[in-house]
């Protein structure tokens, strides 16, 4: 869908939904959310640093880690989505790790994670990471307080170390209203879009609001070090909450225009005698 300047809109559900999306206003700081128009437009801006960065990245052999954390339905997906989709998958990864196999229950807690880590030339996205250990794993029940106090006491030697290999580390927790998480969940349910993103664990976790604060506010305390600091972003405007964490990620690594040649395309050849062939392609209908 594009606008009457050319510029491509995302596509942000039925022009209901839209409008909707319009007419709501957020708690966020008394600000109207974003619409439509000025959000493609200023994401397109941001889509072009984000390929400058990533021949910067290529070019100087930088290694670039981003973590993004949050409560269920405050918009990680959607902000990495966002990041990733004009740039190139060999260069900016994204890893969403399953649940852990038996084997790597018995392995070093972040052992799983370490593989993952970007080499010189790429930025590597966790949607979710390590803190699961600080987060769902401890409120869910699925590992003990010791577990939990050990992780704690662990995980700023392990980012220290990260950083100390030439990682440019970046942490990004996501904070969304018990009002709008609660919206967000409910639009799962019906929708046949976002069905997949409701799983029994979600479930399970929303009544857990305060559970996961407390988890939170730990989590905080034990890793919010000047070297791996948290950056909190909030999200109940999805759209405010995608530019502004972009923009932040760009002023985080010093990056220039990489050198270039100009491209020129070349003469297309001639045919040669060359005729297409009566061949029974099976092509794909046109429904559209």
């Known amino acids: 869908m594009t606008d009457a300047t050319g510029v491509v809109e995302p596509d942000t559900g039925t022009e209901q939904e839209r409008a909707q999306d319009d007419e709501r206003e957020t708690s966020q700081a008394g600000k109207k959310e974003i619409k439509a128009k000025k959000y493609a437009r200023e994401l397109e801006r941001l889509h072009v640093e984000l390929v400058r960065l990533q021949e910067w990245v290529k070019y100087k052999g930088l290694k670039i880690c981003v973590i993004f954390e949050g409560r269920d339905g405050a918009g990680k997906g959607g902000t990495i989505k966002a990041i990733t ?19 790597e229950k018995s392995q070093m807690y972040v052992q799983r994670y370490l593989p993952h880590l970007p080499a010189a030339g790429e930025v590597v996205i966790f949607d979710r990471s390590w803190y699961n250990r600080a987060g769902v794993e401890r409120v869910m029940g699925f590992c003990s307080e010791d577990d939990v106090k050990a992780f704690l006491r662990a995980v700023p030697l392990v980012e220290r170390a990260i950083v100390d290999s030439g990682i440019i580390l970046l942490k990004y927790w996501l904070e969304v209203s018990p009002e709008e998480q609660t919206r967000r969940l ?30 939170r ?32 990620l760009l002023g985080k690594v010093p990056y220039k225009t990489a050198p270039r040649e100009k491209v020129k395309l070349p003469k297309r050849q001639k045919a040669h005698g060359y005729r297409e062939p009566d061949y029974p392609y099976k092509y794909v209908d046109e429904q559209h």
């Open 186 to 215: 409910e639009g799962r349910i019906e929708d046949g879009r976002k069905i997949w993103k409701l799983s029994g664990m979600d479930v399970d976790s929303y009544g857990r609001w305060y559970d996961y604060s407390r988890a």
């Open 217 to 248: 506010d730990e989590m905080f305390a034990a890793s919010d070090t000047p070297y791996a600091p948290w950056y909190v972003a909030r999200s109940d405007d999805k759209r405010r909450a995608r530019l502004n964490i972009i923009a932040h």
């Open 85 to 103: 989709e004009r740039v190139s998958p060999r260069v900016f990864r994204v890893v969403a790790l399953p649940a852990p196999t038996p084997r």
